[in-house]
């Protein structure tokens, strides 16, 4: 009978300390998240050097919590892995840190793992029958890709933002109508109440690349509006361009990705990352792939949003495929998908 692997993932490199446990890459025994959210709304956004204090502050605490509630003790773990890059370089380090001491400790093998072919993987969780080959909408906060996942540690990207990343722009128009950080989730809920046609912004395109995205325009065509109401004193109806704001960026998803996925035959798409929870996206999602023939799939949202259950399902797949990290593994801030 085939053993089961558990895999210890750690994931430290942006706002939430995380580590969770993980059986034979799809069964999530555990899945501790520590989130700094409510220090860093106090700056309107993360702040990097207080984002590594509170790191190393919980990380120890919250892996020995993910060990407990998966009811595992360390000696029972078969692999460590760790999210390396990219990501704020002290924030990686306190992962990777830890990662190293306790894999070195425990004599256990060590897998460092890109955060998004983490987000990724996270698709795995909740889809069993989910298998490369599938085209990936990657949309977080630092990231905005089309991804063809051709095997599970084979990736091509398609299609790739020119400047802002969708979760960026949410985060900046939030932060422009007032709402705070983060500001996703926020214009999510507001635009529920508002006409998305009410404000024609624009869908930008790149010429001659047609899978590639621009999100600057469309944050900025809402920074005009809003100054251009300001100037005339007319009051603005903060749930219509959040609303409207929100459908520009949709359109454009799900444009880019059902044109790609139709290019490249692909039959199924996977969404992935912090604005894979939107739920006018998850909507204009379903309805693009339903009049394509597309399957569509998207995990919960606590495996959208930043967690080291993904971590822990990349790094299953990465150690089954070979991967091994030295002793030497350091914080790689701008690590790009793919490269090993
Ligand atoms: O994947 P993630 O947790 O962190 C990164 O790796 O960047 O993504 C965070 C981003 C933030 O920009 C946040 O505003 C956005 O995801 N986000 C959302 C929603 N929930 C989170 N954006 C739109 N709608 C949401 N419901
Ligand atoms: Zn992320």
Not at 233 to 260: E, K, M, P
Request: glycine share 10%; proline share 4%.
């Amino acid at each position: 009978m085939k053993r089961d692997i558990l895999v210890l993932g750690i994931e430290s490199s942006c706002d939430e300390t995380a580590a969770a446990v993980v059986r034979n890459g799809r069964e999530v025994l555990s899945n501790v998240i520590s989130s700094q959210i409510e220090i860093h709304t106090l700056y309107g956004g993360v702040v990097p050097e207080i984002a590594s204090r509170k790191h190393i502050e919980k990380i120890n605490l919250v892996i020995r919590e993910a060990l407990q509630n998966a009811d595992v003790t360390l000696e029972q773990i078969d692999v460590i892995s760790v999210t390396y890059g990219p990501g704020l370089v002290g924030a990686l380090l306190v992962g990777v840190g830890a990662a190293k001491a306790i894999a070195y400790a425990a004599h256990k093998p060590l897998v460092g793992v890109h955060h998004i072919e983490g987000h990724i993987a996270a698709n795995y969780i909740e889809h069993p029958a989910l298998e490369p080959p599938f085209l990936c909408l990657v949309v977080s906060g630092g990231h905005t890709h089309l991804v063809q996942v051709q095997e599970y540690n084979r990736f091509e990207i398609i299609g790739r933002t020119h400047d802002d990343a969708a979760g960026e722009a949410f985060d900046k128009v939030a932060r422009a109508i007032g709402l705070g950080y983060p500001g996703g989730p926020k214009i999510d809920k507001l635009a529920k109440e508002g006409d998305p046609h009410a404000i024609e912004f624009p869908r930008a395109k790149i010429d001659g690349a047609e899978f590639d995205f621009s999100f600057s325009g469309v944050k900025s065509a809402v920074l005009n509006y809003l100054n251009g109401c300001e100037m005339k004193g007319i009051q603005i109806n903060r749930a219509d361009v959040a609303a409207s704001f929100q459908q520009a960026v949709v359109d454009v998803l799900v444009g880019r990705a059902v044109a790609a996925a139709e290019k490249l035959d692909e039959t199924r798409i996977a969404v992935a990352g912090g604005v894979a929870s939107n739920s006018a996206l998850r909507a204009g999602m379903q309805q693009g792939c339903d009049a394509a023939g597309i399957e569509l799939m998207y995990p919960s949202p606590v495996y959208c949003t930043d967690n080291a259950a993904m971590i822990a399902v990349q790094g299953y797949y990465e150690y089954m495929a070979g991967t091994r990290s030295g002793w030497d593994l350091n914080a790689v801030p701008n690590l790009k998908i793919g490269e090993r």
